[in-house]
C-alpha cells in the first residue's frame, strides 16, 4: 500500500521495478516473470506507457535494434502468450488493441511512473524541506539504469531518454533545495560525481559553483568554471550559457545574491536543453521569443536562443510539436550528420526572423511570404494520425528527417497567422526584450514577462 497525492491510501496489485535490474512483487515476494531477456524487456516496454497501445511495429522495432528478424511478429506473439500466463494470475491484463498491445492501467505500481510523480510534487513545492523530501524518496527509486538486465544503452535511449533527464533535474532540484536550507556541505557531495559525469550539463555545475561559493571555496568554484567553458569551447563549439556565465560574474565580485540561490524563471530546462520560458501562450510565438539575463550585461533578450539543433529538436517536443519518440530519433539524427542538422538550425533560425517580423509588422508581405513557403512545404509532410484519446492531429512525418522540427514550427506559425487570435499579439517595446505574447482580454498593459526588468514608466507593450 501507498499513499496518494490526495492523502488517501491506494491499493497497488503488483509492483514493478524498471529502474534497475527488472524486477516485479507481489505482497512483497518476488514474483518470476519472463525466462528470456526479451520477453523482460517487451514487458518493460509496455509498463513505460501503462494504459496506451504500443504498436506491434514499434515492438519489433525496438526488441530487434531495427533489425527484426522474419519471424519477429510470430516470437512477439510468443513472447505476449507467455506473459499472460505468467500475469493472469495477479490480475495483470496485457490486452490486444488493433495493431499493438497495451498493459492494462488497473492500479499496478510501477516505480517509473512514482518517480515521475515525486519530482513533479517537488518542482511545486514552495517549502525547499519539503521538496527535499519528495525527491530524497524518488532518487531512492534508483536502482540502477533503466532495465539494467533486459536492455542496452541505445535502447534505453530510445525507450524512455527523458527518465535519466527527470532524475538529473531531480538531483538539480534537491541540490538547490539544499542550498536553500544551508546543506551546501551535503549538496556538494552529490553533484560532485555528477558533475564529473555530465560536465557538459551547465544547470548542475552552476549550482556546484554556488555550494562551493557558499562552503568558502571560491577558487574550486572559479577553477570549475574554467574546465567547463574549456569543455564547451574545444568539444562543442560553443560559450557557456547565460546561467552559468551569471554566476561566474557573482563569484568575481562576491555578489550576496549568491545567498539566494535558485533556478531563473526564464530558463526552462529540457534534455539539458536550455529552452525560453513558455508565456506566449503558443508554440510559434514561444518559437520567436528566448531567455537570458534581464537587467544584467549581454546577452541579452533577443539573443539566440538556438544554439544547436539539439535545442530546436528537444523545444518542438517540448511545446508538443512532435513526440517523445520522435525527439529522440532527431537528437541520434542529428549526431550522425551534424552538417546537415547545422543547415536545418540555419533555416529554422531563418524562419524565426520572418515570422518575428510577420507579428511584429502586420503590413510586412515580404515576411508572411516567406513564412508562407515555409509552411507550403510543411504541409507536404504531414500525415494526420489518431491520439490514444481517440482525436485526430496533424503531425508533421518522420519520413522528413532532419528537417521534422522545422516542419512542426511552420505548421505552428501558419496556424497562429490563420487565427484570429494573431490580432491579440502583443509586444513589449523595450529594445532589450520584445518579448510576443498573446492579450485576448486587452487589459495587460505591462509586459507578461516579471523578469523583463523594464520601467514601469516607459510606454506599455504594444498591439502586433
Known sequence: MTTAGAGQPVLFGMEFRLLGPFETRHEGDLVEVGCRRQERCLLGILLLDAGRVVTTDRLVDLLWNGRPPVSARGALQTYIGRLRGSLTPYGVRISTRGDGY???ADG?????????????????????????????????????????????????DRLHGTVEELRLVGFELR???QLALG???????????????????????????????RGGRQADAL???????????DELGIEPGPRLREVHRRILRGDDRLDRPGRPVYEVRVRDESLPWS????????????????GHEPPLPGSEWLRGYPTLAVWAGHVGLIDDVSVSRLLQLAGRDPDQADEVLTEARHLRAELYACLTDPD????????????????KQLVFRRDTDGRGRWWPDLAAGLRLP?????????????????????????????????DEAGLRRWCSLGTCGRPVAQSPCRSA
Do not use: K
Request: proline content about 4%; aromatic content about 10%.
Open 108 to 156: 499496478h505500481r510501477i516505480d517509473v511512473d512514482e518517480f515521475g510523480w515525486l519530482v513533479r510534487q517537488a518542482s511545486g513545492a514552495a517549502d525547499p524541506a519539503e521538496r527535499v523530501r519528495l525527491l530524497d524518496r524518488g532518487l531512492a527509486l534508483w536502482r540502477g539504469p533503466l532495465l539494467a538486465d533486459a536492455a542496452d544503452d541505445e535502447l534505453r
Open 406 to 438: 522545422l516542419h512542426a514550427a511552420a505548421w505552428s506559425a501558419a496556424q497562429l497567422l490563420a487565427d484570429p487570435r494573431r490580432f491579440t499579439v502583443r509586444t513589449c517595446p523595450d529594445e532589450r526584450c520584445g518579448w510576443l505574447f498573446l
Open 102 to 104: 497495451l498493459v492494462e
Open 175 to 177: 541540490a538547490e533545495a
Open 364 to 379: 510586412d508581405r515580404r515576411a508572411f511570404d516567406v513564412v508562407a513557403r515555409y509552411a507550403e512545404a510543411a504541409a
Open 223 to 233: 577553477r570549475l568554471y574554467r574546465t567547463t567553458r574549456e569543455m564547451l569551447v
Open 183 to 213: 546543506q551546501h556541505a551535503r549538496a556538494i557531495a552529490e553533484l560532485v560525481p555528477l558533475a564529473a559525469r555530465y560536465p557538459s550539463r551547465e544547470q548542475l555545475v552552476a549550482t556546484l559553483m554556488t555550494a562551493l561559493y
Open 279 to 294: 508565456v506566449g501562450g503558443h508554440p510559434a510565438l514561444e518559437f520567436c521569443n528566448t531567455f537570458a539575463g534581464w
